[in-house]
RNA sequence: GGGGAGAUACCAAAGCGGCCAACUGGGGCAGACUGUAAAUCUGCUGGCAUAUGCCUUCGGAGGUUCGAAUCCUUCUCUCCCCA
């Protein structure tokens, strides 16, 4: 029997790191080089909506190359990582018929997590159990939720963090609904998947990040984020918009602190936020870390990969 | 020139004789995180030590006291009011 070669796998190639650091320029010029496109993992450029205040690609920028999951959803859809995951995967399976590598960049840890690790299967979410669980957990205060989550799911009542609201809402809405402890959906296991994946991380010194991220703030000041988030404010209390860059100005708009403040704290906030993508990241050991400046290493990287 | 208020750790700000290495907030640092995650949550933050602990702090210098960030004297500086 004739042996025959093996078809290398398709590439995927992840450009992550901390917002402000590049990756969006970084990625364009990639993929331009290797003639590809590029899906977003961010959770908050997906929203058409948002577009100055989470320094979504320029339209300039769209041209150079081709994105996808940029403006894909609006501010009012629900949306999560599962959601992403199917899409994501559905559209890399296209994609690779044509092109490979694909890119894939975005800080948002859990999003590029569920596509390449894969995300467990949870059963959908009830509005109505959710709004009851969220009013009893407003009237009735955390203890109850503690309550109900040993209840229903001991297991998870050990795992959790018990000062986490979210987390516990979480459990228990599927508990509500399934009548299954929560801990019994969550099997460990990754998922195979059809590509084989090559993450590069971008990161500078803190200081010279934090400096960047400042000043990338008083340009979006300049481009017009302010009108941006004015227009918004009538969704304000929606999660999309629970998004640094805009919950400080609403504040403002409120008249709840000076334009001086919410400005500051869109970059502490944004500071404070690329740290914890800094955290997640962390954890994850076949990243493999660049200066963003270090484009001939990450390019020879990438080729070696695909051969 | 006269009168008053104050100087506390990176910043702001409590403490006003022992329970103070010093409340609290901010900032900073570190961390957790399987679903609206740019969200949500946690810890540390004078130095050394795994820890009991030890050492150096509350503008400077003296003093009172068993014991001071807290009381007294004095010096320096800041702020406010009247000239």
Not at 112 to 122: A, K, M, P, R
């Amino acid at each position: 029997m004739e042996i025959r070669k093996k078809e290398p796998a398709p590439l995927l190639v992840v450009i992550l790191g901390p917002t402000g650091i590049g990756k969006t320029r970084t990625t364009i010029e990639l993929a331009k080089k290797f003639n590809t496109e590029i899906l977003s993992a961010d959770s908050r450029q997906f929203y058409r909506e948002l577009k100055i205040g989470t320094a979504s690609p320029t339209p300039q920028e769209l041209s150079e190359a081709r994105h996808h999951f940029t403006g894909h959803i609006s501010v009012k859809d629900y949306y999560n990582a599962s959601i992403y995951e199917v899409q994501a995967l559905e559209l890399l399976e296209k994609l690779f018929h044509k092109m490979n590598p694909v890119f894939l960049t975005g800080g948002s840890g859990l999003y590029i997590d569920s596509l390449c690790n894969g995300i467990d299967d949870l059963p959908h979410v009830d509005q109505e159990v959710r709004k009851k669980l969220l009013a009893a957990y407003i009237q009735k205060g955390i203890s109850f939720l503690r309550e109900e989550l040993l209840r229903f799911d001991p297991l998870h009542y050990e795992k959790v963090d018990l000062n986490n609201p979210k987390r516990i809402l979480k459990a228990l809405e599927v508990c509500y609904i399934t009548g299954k402890p929560y801990s019994s959906f969550l099997t460990q296991p990754k998922k195979e998947r059809g590509f084989s994946i090559l993450k590069i991380g971008l990161n500078m010194d803190r200081h010279e990040l934090y400096q960047r991220i400042n000043q990338r703030v008083d340009r979006m000041i300049q481009e017009g984020l302010e009108a941006e988030a004015k227009s918004l404010y009538a969704f304000r209390n929606l999660n999309a918009l629970n998004t640094v860059g805009y919950k400080e100005l609403f504040d403002y708009f409120d008249g709840t602190i000076s334009r001086e403040k919410a400005i500051e704290l869109i970059k502490r906030n944004t500071r404070h936020y690329a740290k914890r993508q800094l955290t997640w990241f962390a954890r994850d050991k076949e990243i493999r870390w660049f200066h963003p400046s270090e484009n001939e290493g990450i390019i020879a990287l990438i080729r070696s990969h695909v051969e």
